[in-house]
Each structure stands twice: as structure tokens, then as C-alpha cells.
């Protein structure tokens, strides 16, 4: 069953095989992938219903491929971004993303290396709510505008419930107090020394938690927004006339409060209260969490408060839309004004453009440049106009003002206008390069083995290189791996694959600088856990291997060694085994030129070396037989001391002399006996002779013996 695919991009496959009688259902299941080259392809999104493609325009005869969508259908994972080239966002709001979502585009592009554009627009950037996002990480500009000189000063008070739902979970590890005192800091970061914040929670009653005052220590203040803790009830017009009391004292230029909940509220004065901010210009923006909060109210609150009404389902949203609450009401990001754009460093997005003929543009979102971004155009006010970098094996840009008709209404019919963003998608394609790597994945028994073969451009092995590998298994599920050469130009890593499905691997390799030179894209699929896995012979590859070798496959086991192949014969060199040869049988050759050898010669040595060895193991038999004359008398000794302890009893001190005296005779005569057969055999050697064993003189045995007798006469008048 052929499936055709007619667009570019990673595809992921399932098969399901449904056999009868199986008893191991679970590996029934195969996943792959594939990926399919074709035309570049981008995908942009809008947040603004009423937008038209001009950029799907612009990029419509350039051969690529161009997908125009609203937040309802952007990609919102990992395998739904893998078939873009580029993702472009266009005055889309931060509230419309979940932080998985945002994790996702940044690994896109860091990981995958696809390329990113943010747009800009009242809804983009800092007015978005992307500050401190992962969204922010991956642009070349930064969304924290403490540092311009321009900005009004703002008192803001966040009114916060602290009532007992706030200390539940809204989601698995969401708990709704901790994320909004987390969207506390956000706000108390964004805003400088001169401006002011307050913080009141309210339960039955409002307390102040952070008094209203100039954001001078933001870390003390951070600190006491933690200590907030849910319980109670919840009484909302108790917080919001505590806050209105402070802000109608602040000297600053513009009031704001922020109201959160998730509950009912008691009835009350609440078109009083509104009635009397108004008056102080007190805007107030209301936040309704979950379903049973008070939605007709709150709605109420902001509508005549000249704020925003939020409804989240989600939690995790509440921290965008303080930041994004915070940028709106202090008028400070959104610049409205004519300007024309200013080059200013080298850029290939900008080449071959005729700037002095740009129209006036009528607005941008203000934000910082970041350190290593290129700054390719700028506003009147210094701000930046266009900037982009290389984010990990992608690229992202940043244009902070608007591609339709508000703000670039008068870009639309210039002719710079198409070739710019033809230009900046051309760049932002770029960053997916390919690259002198070969990369071949298999996977075994829960291992994924990546081995990779670098190769110049001239065939030669690249030896020596870092070479890193970016796996994506999910959306949080990101790994890198270190490839380790094993092999002039083969470089391998072994990855563990518990998780079933498709992984999407980014390999590149990193210069002197640590840019990035070559990359590749590739992935592999685990269908089921490794012990459902049944093993046995690679058929493709061993009919690969016997193509290759001229052998058979399948050969039946009573042929094995049938001596039926062609012989084989190959020519070696024998002249280096030969020249060993002939140096070791050189002295051999001289010896049998220079000496003479006879018979009788022969015959004269023949019997030498035949007596030597001879006399050698005679006189060794004899040492070990023959005992020593230590021995002899080490016996005698041992002999007196038995016949004397038998004869103590009735032996007396001259018996015992005599007995010594009778034994030192017998010893002498046997001593003279040995000297005499010496003196034979010594004289029937010939030239050839053993060494002979030394025989202690007479007069040394005597003497030892005399005083073994005055030591046995002295202990037996001891004893008497």
C-alpha cells in the first residue's frame, strides 16, 4: 500500500498487524519515519484575525511553500514542526501558548535547527507577554526595557486572592497560589526605580503584603510575595479598595491594578469603587481562574475598570499575562510614531535594497538588543528595527514592526517590500544546512548505536572533530550526546531508548570557534520495548555482503566445507624472511670456513664431554646419599643422650667417662677408615673431577667432643 507524499518534511508511520492466535500482542506494532526532501517550507502565523498574507504574497514566487494560519492551527509540538523550514509569529500573544508549546519552538529551532521570525505588532514581544519566556531565550533581542530613558513611570497593584481553593492544583504540579505569586515577580522585574508596586491579598479581608512603594529592592520584595499562603474566603471588593487607596495617592503617570481570582465573591459597592478609580485614572485589568470564579463580575470589573477581562483554564498562563498587562498599561513598549529605518550593521537581509527609497514605517514594539546579535536596522530612537543570530543549530530574527497595513502600510506597495522578506527567509532557511556527515542509526536490545562518517569535500576523512548530537524523543525530551572518533573519520554514541515512538537527531559538527560547519538531519523509530524484540539474522544485509563477495546465502549444512570454490592464488613477497635467514646462518657458515674438524677430533671431544657428564651425576648421587660428618655426630650426640638416660640410674660419673671415652675410640677409627677409602678413589680419578667435600679436622672433633664430656660431667654433679 504506497503512500505518496507531495510536501517536504518528517513523516512518522504506524503499523498494527492483527494476527490470530498471537500471545505477544505488543510487538504487533512497527513506527518509522521518513524524511522527504522537497520545496522550503514555512508556516506563518497570525494573530490577528483581520490579517492578510502580504508575506505569503511576497514569498509565493520564490519556490517555496508557505502555510497561512491562525493560533487556532499553528504547530503545537515537536512532529508538527519538523516539516517547516520556518516558523513565523505575527502580533500573536503569548496567551495563546502553553509553556510546553514554547519549549517546543525553541527546541525547533536550538535542536532541530529550524529557522524562527517574531513579527511585531501590539500583540508581540514585550506587549505579548514573552518576557521570560522560552520564546524570549531564542530571539536576538531582549524584552526588558528597564534601561530606556524614555518610559513613563507606572504604580501598579496586584490584588491577589489568598482564599483555601488557591491552595489546590490546576493540573498535575500546578498549584494556582505558588504560579501567581511567581507572576508577582515577573511584574515587580519589569519595572524600574522610579516606578511603584503593591501587593494585597484578600481572603474574608484585604491585608497588604507588599505596601505600596518605589521598586528599590526588588529581591526584598520578591521575597515577601513568597510568603503568601491560601485560606479562607473570598471577598474581592476587601483587595480592590485597599488598592485603590494607595494608588490614588501615587505620584506617577499612570495607575494600574490587576485583580486575580477563582472564586465567588459576597455582593458589593462595586460601581462605587469603579466610579471612583475612574475618576483617579485607575485602570483595572480582571483575571478569572477556572470555571468557578465569578466570570459576569469580573467581566464587569474590567469593562468599566477600561481594562482587559482574562478567563485562563490554565494556570500556567497567568505569568504572560501579568508581563503582558504590565508593557500595556505603562505604554512603554508600543511605540507609535513615523521613523524610517536606519542600517546599521552589514547584513545579507538587507543587501541589494535601496533604503533610501523605503517608505515611513508608523510603529514598532521596543525591546534591547542582545549581546552576539547583529543589529542589521534601527528606529530614529535607537531601538531595534531588525536583528537576528544563530540560536543553537537554527537561526531566529526579530522585525519589531508590523508586515501589514497599520504600521507598514506604505511598505506594502514598495518594491523592497518582497525582496526583504524573500531575503530574511532566505537567511532564516539557511540555518538548516547540510554538511559532509554520513550518519547511519541502528538500534538493539533498548540501545540506539549513532555512528557517523565525516568526509571533506575531497573524499578525505575528517579526523579530530567535535562532533555533537541533539536527540528529540518529545517536545521535553531532549538529549545531547558527545561522539567520540573511533576511526579515522568514524565517530559513534551509544543512546538508551526506554520510550516507545519516533526520535527526531540533529548531528553537527563545531569549528575551532565553536561555529557551526556541517549538519545533518536524521531519526529512528522504537516500536516496542526491547524484551518483545525477536532476534535473528539480518537477511538484507547478508545478501548485501554475498553480492558483494561473489558467496551464497543459504547454503545447506552438508555443504559447508564442500571444497567446491574457484582456488584463489595471490603473489607474497619472501625476500624479507629470506634476509633473516641468511644473517642468522652467517655465523654458521664463517665457523665451518675458518675451523677444521677431523674424526679424531670429534671422537677426542665425544668422550670428554661423555666423562663430564658422567662424573657430574655420580658425584650428585653421591651428596645426596652419603651423610655428612655434622650428621654423624649429630647422632653419636643424640645416641649418649638415650644410653645415658637409660643408664642414669646406675651409672656413675666414671662409668659415664669411660663410655665417652670408649665412643670418641670407636669414632676415631671410623674417621680414619673414611680417610683411607678417600684417598683410594681420589687416586683413581682422572683429570675431570668433582669438588670434594671438606671433612672437619680431627682435632676440631676431638675438641667438640671434649667438651660435650666436661658438659655431661658438670650436669651430673649437679645433679648429685
Known amino acids: 500500500f504506497p503512500r505518496r507524499q507531495d510536501v517536504g518534511g518528517f513523516y512518522s508511520y504506524r503499523i498494527n498487524v492483527i494476527a490470530e492466535g498471537d500471545t505477544e500482542a505488543e510487538n504487533n506494532l512497527s513506527t518509522d519515519y521518513t524524511i522527504v526532501e522537497g520545496k522550503p517550507r514555512v508556516c506563518y502565523v497570525t494573530g490577528d484575525p483581520l490579517e492578510r498574507p502580504y508575506v505569503v504574497n511576497a514569498l509565493s514566487d520564490e519556490g517555496i511553500v508557505l502555510d497561512f494560519r491562525d493560533f487556532s492551527g499553528m504547530p503545537t509540538n515537536m512532529i508538527a514542526m519538523a516539516p517547516y523550514d520556518v516558523i513565523y509569529f505575527s502580533d500573536l500573544s503569548a496567551d495563546r501558548l502553553v509553556p510546553d508549546t514554547m519549549k517546543a519552538y525553541q527546541s525547533f529551532v536550538r535542536d532541530l535547527g529550524g529557522g524562527f521570525g517574531m513579527i511585531g505588532g501590539v500583540?508581540?514581544?514585550?506587549?505579548?507577554g514573552y518576557y521570560r519566556t522560552p520564546i524570549e531565550e531564542l530571539l536576538p533581542v531582549s524584552l526588558d526595557l528597564t534601561k530606556k530613558g524614555y518610559m513613563?513611570?507606572?504604580a501598579i497593584c496586584l490584588v491577589i486572592d489568598r482564599s483555601g481553593s488557591m491552595g489546590a492544583g490546576m493540573g498535575p504540579g500546578n498549584v494556582k497560589m505558588e504560579i501567581a505569586k511567581y507572576a508577582c515577580t515577573l511584574v515587580v522585574d519589569l519595572l524600574d526605580e522610579s516606578d511603584m508596586v503593591g501587593v494585597v491579598s484578600f481572603d474574608s479581608v484585604g491585608a497588604w503584603v507588599v505596601p505600596m512603594q518605589n521598586v528599590r529592592n526588588k529581591k526584598a520584595i520578591n521575597e515577601i510575595i513568597g510568603t503568601i499562603r491560601a485560606g479562607g474566603g473570598t471577598d474581592v471588593y476587601a483587595g480592590m479598595y485597599q488598592g485603590f487607596q494607595a494608588l490614588s495617592g501615587a505620584n506617577v503617570q499612570i495607575r494600574h491594578m490587576i485583580v486575580l481570582t477563582d472564586g465567588i465573591t459576597p455582593p458589593a459597592d462595586f460601581d462605587s469603587l469603579l466610579k471612583q478609580m475612574n475618576s483617579k485614572d485607575i485602570t483595572c485589568t480582571a483575571i478569572a481562574v477556572g470555571s468557578d470564579a465569578n466570570t459576569p463580575l469580573l467581566q464587569y470589573i474590567a469593562e468599566q475598570g477600561g481594562g482587559n477581562y482574562y478567563y485562563v483554564d490554565d494556570i500556567r498562563k497567568v505569568p504572560q499575562i501579568f508581563t503582558r498587562e504590565t508593557f500595556l498599561s505603562s505604554n512603554r513598549a508600543v511605540v507609535e510614531e513615523?521613523?524610517?529605518?536606519?542600517?546599521?550593521?552589514?547584513?545579507?537581509?538587507?543587501?541589494?535594497?535601496?533604503?533610501?527609497?523605503?517608505?515611513?514605517?508608523?510603529?514598532?514594539?521596543?525591546?534591547?538588543?542582545?549581546?552576539?546579535?547583529?543589529?542589521?536596522?534601527?528606529?530614529?530612537?535607537?531601538?531595534?528595527?531588525?536583528?537576528?543570530?544563530?540560536?543553537?543549530?537554527?537561526?531566529?530574527?526579530?522585525?519589531?514592526?508590523?508586515?501589514?497595513?497599520?504600521?507598514?502600510?506604505?511598505?506594502?506597495?514598495?518594491d523592497g517590500y518582497d525582496k526583504f522578506w524573500t531575503q530574511s527567509t532566505r537567511w532564516l532557511i539557511g540555518g538548516t544546512m547540510q554538511g559532509n556527515l554520513i550518519p547511519n542509526i541502528y538500534v538493539s536490545a533498548g540501545k540506539a548505536h549513532i555512528s557517523v562518517d565525516a568526509i571533506d569535500s575531497s573524499g578525505e576523512m575528517i579526523t579530530d572533530a567535535t562532533i555533537r548530537a541533539r536527540v528529540i524523543h518529545s517536545?521535553?525530551?531532549?538529549?545531547?550526546?558527545?561522539?567520540?572518533?573511533?576511526?579515522?573519520?568514524?565517530?559513534?554514541?551509544?543512546?538508551?531508548?526506554?520510550?516507545?515512538?519516533?526520535?527526531?537527531?540533529?548531528?553537527?559538527?563545531?569549528?575551532?570557534?565553536?561555529?557551526?560547519?556541517?549538519q545533518v538531519s536524521t531519526g529512528f523509530s522504537v516500536s516496542y520495548p526491547p524484551e518483545y524484540e525477536k532476534s535473528g539474522p539480518n537477511l538484507f544485509l547478508l545478501s548485501q555482503l554475498t553480492d558483494i563477495t561473489g558467496g551464497v546465502l543459504g547454503i545447506q549444512s552438508n555443504k559447508v566445507f564442500a571444497h567446491d570454490n574457484q582456488p584463489v592464488s595471490r603473489f607474497m613477497d619472501l625476500w624479507y624472511w629470506l634476509l633473516i635467514l641468511a644473517v642468522c646462518l652467517l655465523p654458521f657458515d664463517i665457523a665451518v670456513r675458518?675451523?677444521?674438524?677431523?674424526?679424531?677430533?670429534?671422537?677426542?671431544?665425544?668422550?670428554?664431554?661423555?666423562?663430564?657428564?658422567?662424573?657430574?651425576?655420580?658425584?650428585?648421587?653421591?651428596?645426596?646419599?652419603?651423610?655428612?660428618?655434622?650428621?654423624s655426630l649429630k647422632k653419636i650426640k643424640e645416641k649418649y643422650r638415650l644410653d645415658r638416660e637409660r643408664e642414669e640410674t646406675s651409672i656413675g660419673t666414671a662409668d659415664v667417662s669411660a663410655r665417652v671415652d670408649e665412643i670418641l675410640s670407636q669414632k676415631k677409627s671410623e674417621i680414619s677408615a673414611d680417610k683411607a677409602a678417600g684417598a683410594v678413589r681420589a687416586s683413581k680419578r682422572r683429570a675431570v673431577s668433582t669438588p670434594k667435600?671438606?671433612?672437619?679436622?680431627?682435632?676440631?672433633?676431638?675438641s667438640r667432643l671434649k667438651k660435650?664430656?666436661?658438659?655431661?660431667?658438670?650436669?651430673?654433679?649437679?645433679?648429685?
Not at 481 to 488: K, R, T, Y
Not at 693 to 702: N, R
Request: hydrophobic share 35%; aromatic share 10%.
Open 123 to 128: 500583540n508581540s514581544f514585550g506587549p505579548g
Open 152 to 154: 513613563p513611570s507606572i
Open 338 to 414: 513615523p521613523f524610517y529605518p536606519l542600517k546599521n550593521q552589514l547584513s545579507p537581509i538587507t543587501d541589494n535594497i535601496n533604503w533610501a527609497s523605503s517608505p515611513a514605517l508608523l510603529g514598532y514594539v521596543a525591546t534591547t538588543i542582545k549581546p552576539l546579535a547583529v543589529e542589521a536596522l534601527t528606529t530614529q530612537r535607537n531601538d531595534p528595527l531588525l536583528a537576528h543570530w544563530q540560536y543553537g543549530l537554527g537561526r531566529s530574527l526579530a522585525f519589531t514592526s508590523d508586515a501589514k497595513a497599520k504600521w507598514a502600510a506604505a511598505w506594502l506597495p514598495w
Open 475 to 518: 517536545d521535553v525530551d531532549t538529549r545531547e550526546l558527545d561522539l567520540f572518533q573511533v576511526a579515522p573519520g568514524r565517530y559513534e554514541a551509544t543512546l538508551d531508548t526506554t520510550e516507545i515512538g519516533s526520535y527526531l537527531v540533529n548531528i553537527y559538527r563545531e569549528g575551532e570557534e565553536g561555529e557551526m560547519t556541517d
Open 594 to 631: 675458518r675451523l677444521s674438524f677431523t674424526g679424531e677430533s670429534l671422537q677426542y671431544v665425544r668422550e670428554r664431554v661423555k666423562e663430564s657428564v658422567i662424573n657430574a651425576f655420580t658425584a650428585r648421587s653421591r651428596a645426596r646419599t652419603q651423610p655428612t660428618h655434622i650428621d
Open 693 to 702: 667435600t671438606q671433612i672437619p679436622s680431627e682435632e676440631t672433633s676431638l
Open 708 to 720: 660435650a664430656k666436661k658438659r655431661a660431667w658438670e650436669e651430673e654433679r649437679d645433679k648429685k
